[in-house]
Nanobody, 116 residues
Framework: QVQFVESGGGSVPPGGSLRLSCAAS???????MAWFRQAPGKEREFIAAITTGGSGNYNTAVSGRFSIFRDNAKRTLYLQMNKLKPEDTAVYYCNFRVGTSWSDYWGQGTQVTVSS
């Protein structure tokens, strides 16, 4: 069964930090996991991904500010976001790898708002 639930979003001032969580079902968590985001009026974009072994890669827009990590025992994916900017405002989603693509299944996401 495919299931994951994102949480941890909120409203912070520029320069602030947030940690997002994605609790996933076992079938999902065997895969490479990723975070995406979608800002109003924009297409959904890739943020970061992490393999089951812990290797990560990042969108250059967040590299050095965001960190993706996973707790395999808890089947939870995280995104630590530091030095947040107004342009980071978006709904953030987690997803998982299916073959060479990302899953078509999307959860409800979690809203992140960066504003003074």
């Amino acid at each position: 069964q495919v299931q994951f639930v994102e949480s941890g979003g909120g409203s912070v001032p520029p320069g602030g930090s947030l940690r997002l969580s994605c609790a996933a079902s076992e079938s999902v968590f065997r895969s490479t996991m990723a975070w995406f985001r979608q800002a109003p009026g924009k297409e959904r974009e890739f943020i970061a991904a992490i393999t089951t072994g812990g290797s990560g890669n990042y969108n250059t827009a967040v590299s050095g500010r965001f960190s993706i990590f996973r707790d395999n025992a808890k089947r939870t994916l995280y995104l630590q976001m530091n030095k947040l900017k107004p342009e980071d405002t978006a709904v953030y989603y987690c997803n998982f790898r299916v073959g060479t693509s990302w899953s078509d299944y999307w959860g409800q996401g979690t809203q992140v708002t960066v504003s003074s």
